[in-house]
């Protein structure tokens, strides 16, 4: 596609829900990363894909999180039994090369979530 | 462990004027530095990325540039517009490729 596409764009769930969304890169882009943004802050980073496999996920604050992305294109980040704390924007990347001294990362327009 | 600054957090400016945004990074080893527009409630808009081997790069009325060794980059904007308002982020990718973040600094074009 012509840019990074998340969906939903907002998601208003209440607490305890399962919660899923979903990422899709631009085509032929390799490294797909997801972060998160609450108000005023900056992005922080959740997890880092490499084709099909995690290749860092130590950004995901708990096991209730949790990410796929089973044919190294489209990746579903998944948040089970949704706490108030988890309400922010959250922002899905890719970039060609995943590796560190090339890569500019383009972001999807993000999908804002909040528990009730 | 690397560190991001943006100062100032915000900034007003009559339209018009040219204007230089500050962003300031602990540890050198870099790879490229990156900055960011982000509208409210909106993604975030790659503007430059330099690499670690360059000093600058230039798209239009922007200009960034980057020190490594006085861990300094900076952002400048010509010619100032209204439809420039919104938050400039920079973004340092280090030696684990993560992007390490500053929080940004809200820019307000007064018309």
């Known amino acids: 596609g012509a840019g990074v596409s998340q969906t939903p764009s907002n998601k208003v769930t209440e607490k305890g829900k399962y919660v899923e969304l979903r990422c899709d890169p631009i085509?032929?882009?390799?490294?797909l990363y997801w972060y998160r943004q609450s108000l005023g802050q900056g992005p922080e980073f959740l997890i880092y894909?490499?084709?099909?496999?995690?290749?860092?996920d130590s950004g995901l604050p708990n096991d209730r999180f949790f990410a796929v992305r089973p044919e190294g294109s489209v990746s579903t980040l998944k948040i089970q039994r949704t706490e108030r704390g988890d309400s922010a924007v959250y922002l899905c990347?890719?970039?060609?090369?995943?590796?560190?001294?090339?890569?500019?990362?383009?972001f999807g327009e993000g999908s804002r979530l909040t528990v009730l | 462990k690397q560190e991001v600054t943006q100062i100032p957090a915000a900034l007003s400016v009559p339209e018009g004027e040219n204007l230089v945004l500050n962003c300031s990074f602990t540890?050198?080893?870099?790879?490229?530095l990156q900055w960011f527009r982000q509208d409210p409630g909106k993604g975030l808009t790659s503007l430059l990325l330099?690499?670690?081997s360059q000093r600058e790069q230039t798209s239009g009325r922007l200009n960034a540039s980057l020190d490594k060794s006085s861990g300094r980059s900076t952002l400048y904007i010509a010619a100032s517009q209204p439809g420039d308002s919104a938050t400039y982020l920079c973004?340092?990718?280090?030696?684990?490729?993560?992007?390490?973040w500053g929080a940004g600094t809200k820019l307000i074009i007064k018309p």
């Open positions: 973004a340092v990718k280090d030696s684990n490729y993560q992007l390490i």
């Open positions: 540890d050198s080893a870099i790879y490229n």
């Open positions: 085509s032929g882009h390799t490294a």
């Open positions: 330099i690499q670690s």
């Open positions: 894909f490499q084709g099909t496999g995690a290749a860092d």
């Open positions: 990347a890719s970039s060609y090369a995943g590796t560190a001294n090339t890569g500019e990362l383009f």
